[in-house]
């Protein structure tokens, strides 16, 4: 008895999530409003980077995982921000924390959307990247994929949390950037470390496999607790 | 009770931080590689000391806030967040002076000042949110989150970054490894740890009365525009 509804809390709790972030997903593919500026804003960047340094020196290839990340961070700032934002019109967050699902199948289910958004993003911006600056990184790409899924859905934990905190502040634009980004700096750190080795040819080794760890344990620790905190945020 | 107490506190903070300017100033030697800057460390060490401590004990205030949702717990987690975050600034500030002296530069990011610099932008950070909300009991809640989640960040920075670059020196501190300093040497540091605690406390307590005293006039304010 006692597994089977701990059973069915989970099964629900999966259910739930996966609406909430079916729903989110289907409303952002039909105007493609955050999509669309998110992207365009980071081949803005990409193109700004190469005023900053001359981009056929060498320096580049030590510099490369920087840049990739400060333009992922950046465009998904643009993508977090409207995350619970989007919410207010019409009161539809009152409307999905009155709903029977929990805060917390609403975190992961928002969560779950933004990262798969700020994927699309980031793998059109590698492509933009590689075409402008000429980078390589066929040689590790599975490596390289699995950095960007950890880096990213590190992004998307932290800032899908502070998009639910901020939602209801005065100046939430300027809010969210000024806390999510000192927050995301060991990530980013270590996102930043891997994926320089990595487009440099460096396979995961006894140097940086440090950092994977670092990555992994941020992501880990801060699911958990956004999950935990994440009823104190929106109910109270 | 509590005048008396921050007088008290005041007194033996100023007491001790004479007596022990005149020693580190007129009694202790120079250092024989750095010569008399090496004397800021007297401030450096016990500033770092109080800052990560009042960080802790938010961390604490804040978590007890969450699960009694008693105000005072908030008041007095604003309160030592913003009087830490002072003692950080010093920290900071001294670090630099002295990095010019012995190193020639202001900066450089090594280990220990980028985990310094963080905690100063995450906590910064805390207080911005802090005047963002005005509605008190939202203020807390928010807040107290803020404080669990970026002093678990600080944990994670400061465990990464030793893997990362240092060039800032090792404790030098009998507590670890023995320590590198002369025993008339140290003592200095903790008393001035002692002295810069009591201070904290003083800050503490006056910025709390601080606090109380806004919230009574903000519900009087609510009252009367009840009416």
């Not at chain 2, 012995?102 to 090594?110: E, K, L």
């Not at chain 2, 404790?171 to 300093?181: E, I």
């Given at each position: 008895m006692g597994t089977t509804s701990v059973g069915s809390f989970f099964g629900s709790f999966l259910r739930d999530t996966l609406a909430i972030a079916a729903k989110d997903l289907r409303s952002e593919f039909r105007t493609k409003e955050a999509l669309n500026a998110s992207f365009a804003f980071s081949v803005v960047i990409l193109v700004l980077f190469s005023f900053a340094f001359?981009?056929?020196?060498?320096q580049l290839q030590t510099i490369s995982g920087g840049l990739l990340w400060l333009v992922f961070s950046f465009a998904g700032a643009l993508i977090l921000n409207r995350s619970f934002a989007r919410e207010l019109q019409n009161d539809c967050l009152d409307a999905l924390i009155s709903s029977p699902a929990p805060a917390g199948a609403l975190f992961l289910g928002k969560a779950v959307a933004n990262f798969v958004l700020l994927m699309i993003v980031e793998l059109a911006s590698l492509g933009v990247f590689g075409i402008f600056y000429?980078?390589?990184?066929?040689?590790?790409l599975g490596s390289i994929a699995l950095v960007i899924a950890l880096g990213t859905w590190g992004i998307t934990v932290i800032g899908t949390m502070f998009s639910a905190l901020t939602v209801?502040?005065?100046m939430r634009e300027m809010m969210l950037p000024t806390l999510v980004y000192p927050l995301l700096i060991p990530a980013l750190m270590a996102a930043m470390t891997l994926t320089t080795d990595l487009m440099n040819g460096?396979?995961?080794g006894k140097d940086n496999t440090i950092w994977l760890r670092v990555l992994t344990g941020f992501d880990f620790i801060y699911s958990i607790l956004a999950v935990v905190f994440i009823d104190v945020v929106l109910i109270g | 009770m509590r005048n008396k107490l921050v007088y008290v506190l005041c007194l033996l903070a100023a007491g001790i931080l004479c007596w022990q300017l005149y020693n580190i100033l007129l009694n202790l030697p120079n250092e024989?590689?750095?010569?008399?800057?090496?004397?800021i460390v007297y401030f450096h060490v016990p500033a770092i000391f109080t800052g990560f401590m009042g960080f802790f004990v938010a961390l604490g205030a804040s978590g007890i806030y969450l699960a009694t949702r008693n105000l005072k717990y908030d008041a007095f987690a604003a309160a030592v967040t913003e009087v830490s975050l002072t003692f950080a600034t010093i920290v900071l500030a001294t670090g630099m002076i002295w990095g010019r002296i012995?190193?020639?530069?202001?900066?450089?990011?090594?280990a220990r000042l980028t985990t310094m610099l963080v905690c100063w932008l995450i906590y910064a950070g805390y207080l911005m949110l802090r005047r963002a909300i005005d509605e008190p009991t939202q203020r807390a809640r928010l807040s107290a989150v803020v404080s669990i989640f970026g002093c678990t960040d600080i944990l994670i920075v400061w465990k990464s970054i030793e893997w990362w670059r240092t060039q800032h020196p090792a404790?030098?501190?009998?507590?670890?490894?023995?320590?590198?300093?002369a025993p008339g040497m140290e003592s200095p540091i903790y008393w001035n740890w002692l002295a810069l605690m009591c201070l904290a406390a003083v800050l503490v307590m006056i910025r709390m009365r601080q606090e109380n005293m806004a919230r009574e006039i903000d519900s009087l304010r609510r009252m009367a525009h009840s009416y």
């Open positions: 001359d981009p056929s020196s060498e000429d980078s390589r990184f066929g040689a590790q209801n502040l005065r460096t396979p995961f | 024989k590689d750095q010569g008399a800057i090496y004397r012995i190193w020639g530069i202001w900066w450089t990011w090594d404790p030098v501190l009998s507590v670890r490894d023995g320590g590198g300093m």
